[in-house]
């Protein structure tokens, strides 16, 4: 039983419109330990750092091979299809079009 690792695809932002940065596999690990607030300053920290490291990879492949070379438990998520709506700018000036 080794390491517990998470590999997906990031989604898209909702402050940008493009895809950037959402075609790349990425591999994060699990958190291994609990967050608790710093004394002095109360910022949430914690003793595992392997939660700061976030490995991208070409392909879903490329990511699980590594995982698996280093014995992880691995949890895949398979990224949401995006559903398209054709839109067209002369639909704004259709007459049966319901206007609030």
């Not at 690990?29 to 004394?39: I, Q, V």
């Not at 991208?56 to 398209?84: M, N, W």
């Amino acid at each position: 039983m080794g390491e517990r690792v998470r590999i997906f695809k990031p989604a898209k932002t909702a402050m940008q419109s493009g895809r950037g940065k959402t075609h790349a596999w990425v591999l994060e690990f699990e958190p291994g330990a609990k967050k608790t607030p710093d004394p002095l300053m109360g910022w949430a920290s914690s003793t595992d750092t392997r939660a700061q490291v976030r490995l991208t990879f070409a392909t879903l492949e490329e990511a699980v091979s590594y995982a698996e070379k280093r014995g992880c438990d691995i949890t895949i998520q398979e990224p949401h299809a995006p559903t398209l709506r054709p839109k067209s700018y002369a639909d704004n000036f259709r007459p049966d079009r319901i206007r609030t």
